[in-house]
Every structure is written in C-alpha cells, then in structure tokens.
C-alpha cells in the first residue's frame, strides 16, 4: 500500500512545476539587411507597425538585423494592395463593421542577388468603427495585420 501511495504522489508531484520551453534557434544566425519597404498608402501609422513588426520577426528567427559587409541576405517589403470594405450594419442601416485587407510581398535574396524566397501574404481583419472610436479600433486593426504579418515572415526565414 506505502508503494502505492509513494508512486501516486510521484506522478502528481511529478506534473506539477516548471515545464521545459525549447524557444526556436537556427544552427548559425544570419545577417538580414531589411533594405526596401514600399508602402502605397498614406496611412503612416500602417507603416510604422509593418515596419516594426517585419523587424521583430527578423530577430524572432534568431537571425541578427544588420547591414554592412557581413550581410548573408537581403530582405525587401512592399505593401501592394490595402483594402477596406463593410461586412456588418447596424439597426439604420449604417456600416459599422469593416474588414481591412492588405497584401505584402516579401523578397528575400543573398547578396550575389539569387532569390531564396519570393512570396506574397494576404491577410484580414475587422474593426468596428463606430463614432469617434473608429480611428482607434482601425489602429487596433492595423496592429493585429502587424501580428500575423510577423508569424508569416519568422516561419519565411525560419526556412532559410
């Protein structure tokens, strides 16, 4: 009965408690130059997001963000369609909901100029743009295009 008790208590004590985190880091880090961001809308606050977040991604993959002699790639952005539309109303039959889509081309060559990726990402979200709220829940909006713009480029480098 004492060995009962004894390997019950193991297994419960034993799934208690810091679990491991194995954190993604490449066999040897590369130097990225993010060289060129295009972007064909005058919505400043969208480029600063993308920026940061294409940035963030960068470091994320474990590669360094660098440019200079010791470039192994260069990474190119352009932003080439932004889209809003209405999806929801409300009860007078004003739009309130809106959908907000962009589509981003990413290029990544090395410095003999060979193109190791060349991709275009879509992504959507919604926003409710009621009254004087709107133009925060559209930053809001912009915010989490940023978010998933940045998994789809850390997953992009973590391949090369």
Do not use: W
């Not at 960068?58 to 952005?77: I, R």
């Not at 809003?84 to 100029?113: C, H, M, W």
Request: with cysteine; hydrophobic share 35%.
């Amino acid at each position: 009965m004492k060995k009962i008790l004894t390997v019950f208590a193991v297994l419960i004590l034993s799934s208690c408690g810091l679990k491991s985190y194995h954190g993604y880091k490449p066999s040897e880090p590369k130097n990225v130059c993010f060289k060129d961001f295009q972007i064909n809308t005058p919505e400043p606050t969208l480029k600063d997001i993308l920026y940061k977040n294409i940035s963030d991604a960068v470091l994320q993959s474990g590669n360094k963000l660098e440019c200079g002699e010791k470039v192994d790639y260069n990474l190119y952005a352009y932003l080439s369609d932004i889209r809003f539309y209405s999806i929801g109303y409300s009860p007078s039959q004003r739009a309130n909901v809106y959908a907000v889509e962009i589509k981003l081309s990413i290029k990544v060559e090395d410095t003999k100029g060979n193109i190791s990726t060349d991709r275009t990402i879509r992504e959507k979200t919604q926003y409710v743009g009621t009254g004087l709220r709107s133009d925060f829940e559209k930053r809001y909006a912009y915010e989490e295009l940023g978010n998933l713009v940045k998994v789809r480029i850390f997953s992009i480098l973590s391949e090369l």
